[in-house]
């Protein structure tokens, strides 16, 4: 669909209202057809909306566009900054070369060697509610936060259950979806609990990220993407002497943070946006004086 303005409409500030909330909500409204949805010419030309002064159609068109660069640049930095991290991963975990393998300290073992991995299970139906009268429980990972879990269910039943700084993977597609219990959960057949033993766990951690994505190839083969408790004892796990396990998780541990913290600031700033574009828009707030 082409929309022109008018003289005395600003393209830019047309450019913020055709992708303000409040503009989308009518146009779902007058959506119409069942099998293709779609909108009539003569309902775009009815759609209401509020038309300040020249200047200040300007005004808010410059401080949403500013916004928009800075939030535009956030996503960029997150971009970068997980290609490092994917890039140090790769380089940390896979080794001395080949042709060092006389002074190799490394070995490779399954991870059935070097952790507890507890296969979820799930509990009666009748156990499974949303009061808060039993214990936090998870049945896959749409309950997965970007480090932690929000659950949404209560058992009072749970059979398996994860500990506090617990692994937890999802074993159902999406397979390889990772998330660390910050308190105890029960866990339901959509989930595997990973308690490392013979590895420094943060290492642990990182390892089983880096190879979610092989994990999920695995899951592919199969009828139902899933992937059982063998393919997850069976994964070889790369294991080099405590000191260098610890080096490289705070190396990995760094680059975590630092993806965090930009995905914590782009959270901030896209709220800031359209909390500024409604009131902005609406006429709530006003750039120049009347």
Known sequence: VLVRPFEGLDYRYLSHVLRGSTLKSLVEERVSGSSIPHLFQRDMVTLPFKRP??????????????????????????????????????????????????????????????????????????AVSELRDGQPFLQGNAEFGTQSPHPRYQCNQAPKQARTGDLLISVRAPVGAINIADQRYGIGRGLAAIRFKNIHSQFGNHVIKTKARLLGRVAQGTTFTAIGRPDLTSLQVP???????????????????????????????????????????????????A
Not at 67 to 88: E, V, W
Request: proline share 6%.
């Open 239 to 289: 294991v080099p002497p405590l000191k260098k396990q610890k080096r490289i998780a705070a190396i990995l541990d760094s680059a975590d943070r630092a993806i965090q913290e930009n995905e914590a600031e782009l959270a901030k700033l896209q709220k800031l946006r359209s909390g500024l574009a409604s009131d902005l828009l609406s006429g709530k707030v006003r750039t120049v004086a």
């Open 53 to 126: 002064p020249l200047k200040e159609q300007k005004r808010i068109a410059e401080i949403l566009d500013s916004l928009d660069q800075t939030i535009q640049t956030t996503k960029q930095l997150i971009t970068k900054h997980r290609k490092i991290r994917q890039g140090l991963a790769h380089d940390l975990l896979k080794g001395p070369p080949s042709e060092n393998r006389a002074m190799d300290d490394w070995k490779w073992e399954p991870l059935g060697c070097l952790a507890v991995i507890k296969m979820g299970q799930s509990p009666p139906g009748s």
